[in-house]
């Protein structure tokens, strides 16, 4: 469901050009005197050079080098007038808009005026709905019962698939093992991309799948994997909600716990989290996965590659109302790019004619409704008609009782219109696997889909028995499909790469390389550990293969690929040269000791010393620097540089703020001890009163229940061991999360508290004294929780001496009382904590 606030024009709000600015700006505006909003501009790139090139890859780089350049010009007024009024802003090309947070009346009031703006929007929050909501989850322990249970518990979903059958009924339904079997293609050579909740990217029927995944074994995440919000512990791909994961199961998953997954098993994988763990997804998140689907970049969003975008891009999210103001020209786009986009129709039990979703109720998007196990349509498919009258969906597929990859590395059933369009997303690559001449032509494509669809006739809403708005063109038929797309002669092009120093084999061959390959399709792969590699099914004709490594020069050769015949093209690369770069790293302007600074996707790094300074030997060319600081106080830092000679960067580390105001800074200990000892209720859990008043997001609180797992509840009784990521709509809310985790007392233990200093600078402390892990008294440490009279929270550590007492399996953070603000310091990271540290979280200074 789209959020959007509708508040009413203000009385006396006609300065601020009431025709541009939505009522819902001048509400926020009306409030704090501040607001994020859209600026919305009134021209479009010209994409007509796009839209007569021949092959996906021009079509994406003329789309991409339109669409940027454009927007470098006709934002140039509003960019320069925002950075003089020094507001936070954020450009986006891939739609003429730019994101403002913070923004004031008068900064609103100056950019209306701007004739090239067409409008100032709120910013949006998407939901999905909550009839399509995921498979239930394990339930939380609550109390003694609870408690005991989960020790035995193994800890998977409560809703795990148990058919016995090797291949689900949906693959069968579609023909999918027919595709594999009788066509011989299961997807080889594509890419599919996917906007949603994340990924387990090492998931079994996942992890040989991800494009990340070289052939040499190991894992690159740049150009494969975008986070815009940080919302993963790392930089690797993570799903706290299960959606993307199972999407992606259907659509390329292998083998797990005996289950085959997915339709197109030989396609590779890359994806964006647009939505958070309470299922929310914020426009700008959506906006920003969009365009990085147009144009991967590296991990710190640098260095943008169109030329790899995936070629199918599943979106699994929906909205009550139809298409976003941003959403058409963005599909716009990846269709001139030649990416094929696929939409749910939406999901709501007995909906009725007319409740289909966007964006996929719009003309221009393909959606995809919900059959189940006997062929029928489900209740849960929501009809059409469409935008403007338009037939939707434009066909279904399976979308109940699906078997797929869960997040804990194991398989669920799963239901929704989100999964039946991961059944055409599928398919799709099996038909532009065996038949590339039809990659990136989305027309001929769609008449394939429509024109082998099963027929259902069922005209209740509208439309014919051949094509209406309850089963669109039919159900999915995959064999049909792939078997009418018409096939190009095609080869194979195979090679090694070699180089005369390190790191290479004794032979001089070198593992890792990428290699693309450009030609009537373009194909990148990487060399597998002894430096070769191949490609099958290109279509006859010229390639150029262009290969790059860090610490060579770029080389290419020229191949010519015949059909039903093996071509060859080696490389050989010569050394790049290097220079020293080197800087300082600061936070608040203070030297930052133990910073990693490394370039990113290589080995090289080194660590700042006390002074913050770091020394570099690096290759020349084009790179991305990652600075990590040495405490999850503060945000990772990607910064581009260009080497030709000695280079000196420097970096400010900025803290991290969450969505209040609450940032933290690390310190040395500090640590205070309890005074009295205090007794746990059966329930794992004693009541306190504090000794003075204390405000957490902004609610005041005298008493607390503190948990023997480390946590103090200022929300409710809850008493909870299983730690789960922060924020999260999951009990406990309102919380103090010290070290969150199964913990249990002994003789040697003991929960203590007291009151150290006079009034107004009194701390109150909560101290958890030599307790253990649960069924582990060897990892047993102290930490103490210190809450100051000055709103200010400190966390203290003690006996931290095993890798698992230093954050695994713990969380460490605060959280709001409804689960929708929280700080997460860390999450199950082994690595967070260290014997003798603290953390002092507080809210962050008011500006000016």
């Not at 200022?714 to 922060?726: C, D, R």
Request: aromatic share 8%.
């Amino acid at each position: 469901m789209l959020i959007v606030s509708q508040a009413p024009a203000l009385a006396g709000s006609s300065a601020l050009s009431p025709d541009k600015i939505h009522k819902s700006v001048h509400a926020d505006l009306a409030g704090d005197g501040k607001a994020a909003f859209w600026v919305r501009l009134n021209n479009s790139a010209d994409l007509s050079s796009a839209k007569r090139a021949v092959t996906k890859t021009d079509k994406a780089r003329l789309v991409y080098e339109a669409k940027t350049t454009h927007a470098e010009s006709s934002q140039a007024e509003l960019r320069k007038l925002l950075t003089a009024a020094g507001a936070e802003f954020t450009p986006y090309w891939v739609v003429n808009a730019v994101q403002v947070k913070g923004g004031d009346r008068a900064l609103a009031d100056t950019i209306a005026k701007l004739p090239q703006v067409l409008g100032i929007d709120p910013v949006e929050t998407v939901e999905f709905p909550a009839d399509a909501a995921p498979p239930a989850a394990k339930p939380k322990p609550e109390a003694e019962a609870e408690y005991k249970a989960e020790t035995k518990r193994e800890g998977k979903p409560a809703s795990k698939a148990k058919a016995a059958s090797v291949l689900s009924w949906n693959l069968e339904s579609i023909n999918a093992p027919r595709v594999w079997n009788e066509l011989g293609t299961r997807g080889e050579n594509i890419v599919v991309g996917n906007i949603d909740s994340g990924a387990k990217f090492d998931h079994p029927a996942l992890e040989s799948q991800y494009r990340g995944r070289k052939a040499n074994g190991t894992v690159d995440h740049n150009y494969s994997w975008f986070d815009p919000d940080r919302l993963c512990p790392t930089e690797a791909p993570c799903d706290d909600r299960s959606y993307g994961t199972g999407n992606l199961g259907v659509m390329v998953g292998g083998e797990a716990l005996g289950f085959r997954v997915g339709v197109a098993p030989g396609a590779k994988w890359i994806a964006a989290k647009a939505c958070d763990e309470v299922s929310r997804c914020g426009d700008s998140a959506l906006l920003a996965s969009a365009q990085w689907m147009l144009a991967p970049t590296d991990l710190g969003g640098h260095n943008p590659r169109p030329d790899l975008a995936p070629d199918i891009v599943s979106n699994s999210w929906q909205t009550q109302s139809w298409a976003p103001w941003w959403y058409q020209p963005l599909v716009e786009a990846w269709t001139t790019a030649g990416i094929f986009a696929v939409f749910p129709s939406g999901d709501l039990w007995d909906g009725g004619c007319g409740t289909t979703s966007g964006p996929g109720a719009e003309a221009a998007n393909y959606s995809v409704g919900i059959y189940e196990q006997d062929g029928t349509i489900s209740r849960l498919s929501q009809r059409g008609p469409g935008a403007n009258g338009e037939i939707k969906p434009n066909l279904t597929a399976p979308g109940v009782s699906i078997t797929t990859a869960a997040p804990d590395d194991t398989v669920l059933l799963t239901n929704g219109s989100a999964i039946a369009s991961s059944h055409v997303a599928g398919t799709v690559a099996l038909i532009w696997s065996r038949a590339p001449g039809l990659i990136g032509d989305i027309p001929a494509t769609r008449a394939l889909l429509d024109g082998t669809a099963i027929d259902v006739d069922d005209t209740r809403c509208g439309g014919t028995a051949a094509d209406n708005n309850i089963a669109g063109e039919g159900r999915l038929d995959a064999y049909a499909a792939v078997r009418d797309a018409p096939v190009v002669p095609a080869g194979t092009l195979s090679g090694t790469v070699t180089g005369p120093t390190p790191p290479t084999d004794p032979t001089g061959r070198i593992g890792g390389v990428t290699v693309k390959v450009a030609g009537p399709v373009t194909r990148t792969t990487t060399t597998a550990g002894d430096g070769t590699w191949s490609l099958s099914r290109l279509p006859a004709g010229q390639y150029q293969v262009g290969v790059r490594h860090y610490g060579f020069r770029d080389s290419a050769v020229t191949a010519t690929v015949v059909a039903d015949q093996t071509a060859t093209a080696h490389v050989v690369l010569t050394p790049s040269r290097t220079s020293i770069v080197s800087g300082t790293i600061t936070v608040g302007g203070q030297p930052r000791a133990g910073a990693v600074v490394s370039v990113l996707g290589t080995s090289v790094f080194a660590r700042t010393n006390a002074n913050g300074r770091y020394q570099l030997q690096v290759a020349h060319g084009a790179h991305t620097l990652r600075t990590v600081s040495s405490s999850r106080c503060e945000n990772t830092v990607y910064r581009p540089i260009n080497v030709s000679g000695r280079l000196t960067d420097n970096a400010e580390l900025p803290s991290r703020v969450d969505a209040f105001g609450y940032m933290c800074t690390p310190g040395p200990n500090n640590y205070l001890q309890g005074l009295e000892k205090v007794t746990p209720d059966s329930n794992f859990g004693v009541n306190i009163t504090l000794p003075f008043p204390f405000t957490l997001y902004g609610q005041s609180h005298t008493t607390a229940r503190v948990s023997s797992f480390g946590y103090i509840n200022f929300a409710s009784n809850y008493t909870i061991g299983l730690n789960t990521k922060l924020p999260s709509y999951q009990n406990p809310n309102g919380s103090l999360f010290a070290y969150w985790r199964y913990l249990s007392l002994d003789n040697r233990s003991g929960i203590y508290t007291g009151t150290y200093g006079t009034a107004p600078d009194r701390k109150y402390v909560v101290e958890w004294r030599s307790v253990h892990f649960l069924r582990d008294k060897t990892k047993r440490l102290s930490v103490s929780a210190v809450i100051g009279e000055d709103g200010t929270v400190g966390y203290h550590y003690r006996g931290i001496d095993h890798p698992d007492e230093a954050g695994a399996s713990t969380t460490v953070g605060l959280e709001n009382h409804n689960g929708t603000a929280g700080f997460e310091y860390s999450f199950n990271s082994p690595d967070a904590l260290r014997n003798g540290q603290s953390l002092t979280f507080k809210l962050r200074e008011p500006a000016g």
